[in-house]
């Protein structure tokens, strides 16, 4: 039977380096066709990189946009690239170019625009109004989807089917969430299977903000059969063989129907290139690849350290710093880091105050050691009584409450920050979800830094991420006794954490379901967590908006991450 051989190029693009892009994307096309490749996709706005967001509200981006897809399409021969770009009709439009012989030979404009979570599509783009438009390729009738549009089951997809294609390319920027992969297989085999074309679905990787991209490109059959995936994580040219054969007598069959209006029409852009009028078989068919998936704590360890490396590396950073206390925050942080960037990037930083423990401050520099960080130890008693003297007179007459306490964490701000303005260096913030959540983090203080690594991983999820770490370093790499010892801030005398908060496994399914599912008190209550302590925390999640706000960004790895996912009103008087 005749194949036809497409490439899914899962590459890390660039938010506005319209220049790099290029680069990027020629790269992996020379690679699609030194592999014999028919077609090459590349990832949605790949010429900008996604999200482009308010860079789409400046005239000389978009125009900078269309010039790099020139450079793009005029290095084009028989190998059609299928190019993610910003087009500029009437309205702007989030788009795919069909690119061969040098030119672009047609443009695909996305129809289902998201406008949930993450995405702000419809701020942006108009939708796409001809989406049956079929390119031929070597007489295969091929459709072209951009990301949504394949998750609606009666969306474009079914529309070209409903046309004749026998291959779909579906080119995508589909940000990471824990347990999205399975998700994206399970939507995308009945999509190939409800139309009964072969499907290849290509993602971006790398991190941009806030958003990880894991790619995981995957190519199915007709039938529905996952023929080849690629890695998660990793940029990757996934060459597959599908096998062309006429599909009309499945769905001619299929007790479901087929439309009986007029046929939409299949539009013919001049075939690229044509070989007696039918597809060529290739004499050696290529295996296929199917990469396995990760482990889940692995998977979320790797976007993690995906994300961080793009931030810093993106944004100019040649070093990180972090305040290594000896608790278990700290200690992820800095392990995260070195991953990322390597040992030889990162800076810790022992800042001891009169209630540091002596195990607190050797289990950081046990860590230090394990890592080959650059490790100092800078304490904070000096300044600790110099303000305290300052402000005496002030608060004569007054208790030590959280005011003192805080002082002691701004103080620790303040170093980290002298180090970063005169070394350069990148500061780390070390809060968790279930911190940040219920505020139990100081502002100005825990919260300093310029991106916050675990702010998407409740607590519990660092101690499980923790352990897989060291299982897979084969030793304690993290200290067994950061582990084990109970979570103090350490900022006052024999403290822990469960003296202001819940136990931890009290605390994080109640977080899980105000913030990850939107339910209300009442509904946490009747689903039998103790009804004050569900008021208090719902109280303080909703109290500590105004913290979360001011917070630096950090890498998204669930399907509801504080920021762009959830926007409440810092005002608001709703208890529910």
Request: glycine share 8%; proline share 7%.
């Amino acid at each position: 039977m005749a194949r036809l051989r497409l490439a899914a190029c899962q590459i890390d693009t660039w938010v506005g380096d319209l220049d790099g892009n290029v680069e990027r994307i020629l790269a992996a096309y020379r690679r699609a066709e030194e592999a014999g490749a028919d077609i090459a996709a590349f990832p949605e706005l790949a010429i900008t990189g996604y999200p482009p967001e308010d860079l789409l509200l400046k005239p000389g981006f978009v125009t900078a946009n269309l010039e790099a897809l020139q450079q793009v399409a005029e290095a084009t021969g028989d190998c059609v690239a299928i190019v993610g770009f910003v087009d500029l009709a009437r309205d702007l439009h989030n788009a795919a170019a069909v690119c061969a012989g040098g030119e672009v030979r047609g443009v695909y404009h996305k129809c289902d625009l998201p406008n949930y979570g993450v995405f702000d599509e419809l701020r942006y783009f108009g939708r796409g109004q001809e989406p049956a438009t079929l390119w031929s390729v070597k007489g295969v009738p091929i459709g072209v989807s951009i990301c949504e549009d394949i998750w609606n089951p009666r969306g474009p997809t079914a529309d070209q089917a409903d046309s004749g294609a026998e291959v779909v390319v579906n080119i995508n920027a589909s940000p990471y969430a824990e347990g999205k992969l399975a998700r994206r297989e399970r939507m995308l085999a009945t999509r190939a299977a409800d139309a009964s074309t072969a499907l290849l679905y290509v993602n971006q990787v790398g991190g941009q903000d806030e958003l990880v991209f894991d790619g995981g490109s995957m190519a199915f059959g007709p039938d529905g059969t996952l023929l080849a995936r690629s890695p998660q994580f990793v940029e990757d040219v996934l060459v597959v063989d599908v096998e062309i054969g006429p599909v009309y007598r499945k769905r001619l069959l299929d007790p479901r129907g087929r439309p009986v209006d007029e046929q939409l029409p299949l539009i013919e852009v001049t075939p690229v290139p044509v070989v007696g009028g039918d597809v060529e078989t290739h004499p050696e068919p290529i295996a296929p690849a199917v990469a396995p998936p990760m482990h889940p704590d692995d998977e979320v360890w790797e976007a993690l350290v995906v994300g961080t490396r793009a931030y810093v590396e993106k944004n100019g950073f040649s070093d990180v710093v972090i305040g290594l206390s000896g608790g278990l925050d700290s200690s992820i942080v800095a392990v995260l880091a070195a991953d990322a960037l390597g040992a030889d990037r990162v800076h810790t930083v022992a800042m001891p105050s009169r209630y540091s423990s002596d195990h607190s401050v050797a289990d950081a520099a046990k860590l230090a050691a394990n890592l080959g960080t650059d490790h100092r130890t800078i304490p904070i008693e000096p300044a600790h009584a110099a303000v305290t003297e300052m402000l005496s007179e002030s608060f004569a007459g007054l208790d030590e409450d959280l005011t003192e306490e805080n002082l002691q964490s701004r103080i620790r701000g303040q170093v980290l920050m002298a180090l970063s303005n005169k070394l350069g260096w990148l500061v780390l913030s070390t809060s968790n979800k279930s911190e940040a959540a219920v505020g139990y983090a100081t502002l100005y203080g825990d919260t300093v830094g310029g991106y916050a690594l675990i702010k998407d991983v409740l607590k519990l999820r660092v101690f499980q991420l923790c352990r897989r770490r060291n299982e897979r370093a084969g030793y304690d790499l993290i200290p067994e006794n950061v582990l084990t010892k109970p979570p103090s801030a350490e900022l006052r005398p024999d403290q822990t954490d469960d003296q202001s908060l819940p136990p931890y496994e009290v605390l994080d399914p109640i977080l899980d379901a105000y913030v990850e599912h939107d339910r209300t008190p009442g509904e946490i209550i009747a689903a039998g967590h103790d009804p004050e302590v569900v008021r208090r925390i719902t109280r303080l999640v909703d109290g500590a908006e105004y913290k979360r706000r001011q917070s630096p960004p950090g890498p998204r790895v669930t399907d509801k991450a504080f920021g762009k996912d959830r926007r409440l009103p810092i005002t608001n008087a709703f208890r529910g």
